[in-house]
Nanobody, 121 residues
Framework: VQLQASGGGLVQPGGSLSVSCAASGYALDAYSIGWFRQAPGKEREGVSCISSGGSTYYADSVKGRFTIYRDNSRSTVYLQMNSLKPEDTAVYYC????????????????WGQGTQVTVSS
């Protein structure tokens, strides 16, 4: 499975941005898809996950601000990010696993290349 993350950019605090994770040459239906992020000098952390059945999970730091959803017809998973804060600045990665959701990177065998999200005025 090849994953392509896109949609990052520069946004002001309080703004919104949507990043997407598209699979090429393979359907994502059977996979749980996780979003992770890594800020400079910090470890990669789990942000959100959506299971193959559509159940969603969020890190406490983004609950109520981020929404994950999937469009299986497009083999794409989206992460809508609202009320962005400077501390959301990071490279965002998507990953896939053929099992239930985890907000930890272990167990994810397929990774996208990352997309930079910068929240700054």
């Amino acid at each position: 499975v090849q994953l392509q993350a896109s949609g990052g950019g520069l946004v002001q605090p309080g703004g919104s941005l949507s990043v997407s994770c598209a699979a090429s040459g393979y359907a994502l239906d059977a996979y749980s898809i996780g979003w992770f992020r890594q800020a400079p000098g910090k470890e990669r952390e789990g942000v959100s996950c959506i299971s193959s059945g559509g159940s969603t999970y969020y890190a406490d730091s983004v609950k109520g601000r981020f929404t994950i959803y999937r469009d299986n017809s497009r083999s794409t998973v989206y992460l809508q990010m609202n009320s962005l804060k400077p501390e959301d600045t990071a490279v965002y990665y998507c990953a896939a696993r053929l099992s239930s959701c985890l907000l930890h990177e272990s167990g994810y065998g397929y990774w996208g290349q990352g997309t930079q999200v910068t929240v700054s005025s």
